[in-house]
Nanobody
Framework: QVQLEESGGGLVQPGGSLRLSCAAS????????IAWYRQAPGKEREGVSC????????YYADSVKGRFSITRDDAKNTVYLQMNSLKPEDTAVYYC????????????????????WGQGTQVTVSS
């Protein structure tokens, strides 16, 4: 059965770092495009990052470029989101999702295209 499970969220001060994990089961993550989305209260769901199948090319929203890094560990079948220089505006519930057509193209607005989602993990950036 296809399943995604996020972990690693928590409370961090501005300027701090967190690493989120997305453990995949029931499929091989390297054969899929895996994206991270986030949603804050009162805001629309926002695409954050995506890693492509195969070679693992990384894509980022402008709001996180240079601060976040997405990677994949094929041995663990897990995708990570390393978040550095965190800002209060990064506060949100973060979700990982599998793209149904295994593509990162237009991922920022393509949440509707995901066929499987994790349960979400809360990230709070506050003093």
């Amino acid at each position: 059965q296809v399943q995604l499970e996020e972990s690693g969220g928590g409370l961090v001060q501005p300027g701090g770092s967190l690493r989120l994990s997305c453990a995949a089961s029931g499929f091989t993550a390297s054969n899929a495009a895996i994206a991270w989305y986030r949603q804050a209260p009162g805001k629309e769901r926002e695409g954050v990052s995506c890693i492509s199948s195969g070679g693992g090319r990384a894509y980022y929203a402008d709001s996180v470029k240079g601060r976040f890094s997405i990677t994949r560990d094929d041995a663990k079948n897990t995708v990570y989101l390393q978040m550095n220089s965190l800002k209060p505006e990064d506060t949100a519930v973060y979700y990982c999702a599998r793209d149904s057509i295994s593509a990162c193209e237009e991922f920022e607005g393509a949440w509707w295209r995901a066929d499987y989602w994790g349960q979400g993990t809360q990230v709070t950036v506050s003093s």
